[in-house]
């Protein structure tokens, strides 16, 4: 029987029961960008993105531009528009790309909390960005923090000056242990990328001892696309961004999956699912004025769960 799923997605949606009615998932899941969400699209000033290196680590950038920056040529192609970037162009996307020209994207809109999801592949030309759709398929609206994005008069160069490491600094814990929201990147078997987001409640993410960050995988739509992904190809890439500061923290290393954890303090904080998955940084990018966009904090999503103290 024909499926949109690969053995990782099955596998553990076999393991949670989680069975999904053919015909609903053929009107979710397309090759191409549906109708009715090219206006939503192109009206988008956010993008996250998903790219792997030479040496097939996975990292997640973001895009900002202004209105227009996204331009849907057809249902199979978007073309970005790099020349309206408020966002640094010294992303490692630009270098990634490159090498392997498969591409994950995240469209999503903090204020209405609505997202899409598409991937594909991509052809960097001096100007543009231009993807061939190949799957897309929107999102639930679950765990969101609803941010209105105001670009900021101040239209000076970015300076984007970047560090690099290997181990998480005392600032960076301390910068993860604050967030609510950070966005992600992963991979399947055939290389096939995803860019997806994850939030909750300040300090969510839990750091280890050992420096390995633990994230709890909350009640969501039981597709399992990224923990599928890491049943098949075990890293991931992460991004966090300073919305006060303009600043973004790319993470990239290796995943473990943690299931069936039964305590009451684990259901509480998983909202019921007992699962967890580990990241350990590998490498890290740190880059000082991203953007000079102002983020308005105006409200949690009120899926997140409400955690006893």
């Known amino acids: 029987m024909k499926t949109h799923f690969h053995e990782g997605e099955l596998k553990l949606q076999k393991k949670y029961n989680a069975w999904h009615d053919p015909k609903l998932v053929e009107r979710l899941?397309?090759?191409?960008?549906?109708?009715?969400?090219?206006?939503?699209?192109?009206?988008q000033t956010t993008v996250i993105l998903s790219t792997t290196d030479s040496t097939k680590n996975i990292w997640a950038s973001m895009f900002i531009g202004t209105k227009g920056f996204v331009e849907v040529l057809s249902p199979k192609y978007i073309r970005i528009h790099l020349d309206k970037l408020k966002s640094?162009?010294?992303?490692?996307?630009?270098k990634n790309i490159k090498v392997n020209s498969k591409i994950g994207l995240l469209f999503i809109d903090t204020v209405t909390r609505t997202r899409y999801r598409l991937n594909g592949y991509a052809n960097l030309l001096q100007d543009r960005l231009e993807i061939e759709v190949l799957e897309a398929y929107p999102n639930c609206p679950k765990y969101i923090q609803?941010?209105?994005?105001?670009?900021?008069?101040?239209?000076?160069?970015?300076?984007?000056?970047?560090?690099?490491?290997?181990v998480l600094t005392t600032i960076h814990k301390q910068w993860i242990n604050e967030a609510n929201t950070f966005f992600l990147g992963s991979m399947n078997a055939n290389g096939d990328m995803d860019a997806s987001h994850r939030g909750g409640p300040t300090g969510f993410v839990e750091i280890l001892e050992n420096g390995v960050l633990k994230i709890p995988d909350y009640v969501g739509n039981n597709l399992f696309n990224t923990l599928g992904n890491f049943v098949q190809f075990p890293k991931a890439g992460l991004l966090f961004i300073d919305f006060e500061k303009g600043h973004s923290l790319q993470l990239s290393g290796k995943t473990e999956l943690v299931f069936d954890q039964e305590e009451t303090k684990d259901l509480e904080i998983t909202?019921?699912?007992?699962?967890?998955?580990?990241?350990?940084?590998?490498?890290?990018?740190?880059?000082?004025?991203?953007?000079?966009?102002?983020?308005?904090?105006?409200?949690?999503?009120?899926?997140?769960?409400?955690?006893k103290s």
């Not at 899941?29 to 009206?43: A, G």
């Not at 640094?88 to 630009?94: Q, S």
């Open 29 to 43: 899941l397309k090759d191409h960008i549906v109708s009715q969400l090219i206006p939503f699209i192109e009206q």
């Open 88 to 94: 640094t162009k010294a992303d490692i996307l630009f």
């Open 146 to 166: 609803q941010r209105i994005l105001k670009f900021s008069e101040d239209s000076s160069d970015l300076g984007a000056e970047q560090t690099v490491g290997t």
């Open 271 to 307: 909202t019921g699912t007992g699962r967890y998955w580990l990241f350990k940084t590998e490498q890290w990018i740190q880059t000082q004025t991203h953007h000079k966009i102002d983020w308005e904090f105006v409200s949690f999503s009120p899926f997140n769960p409400q955690l």
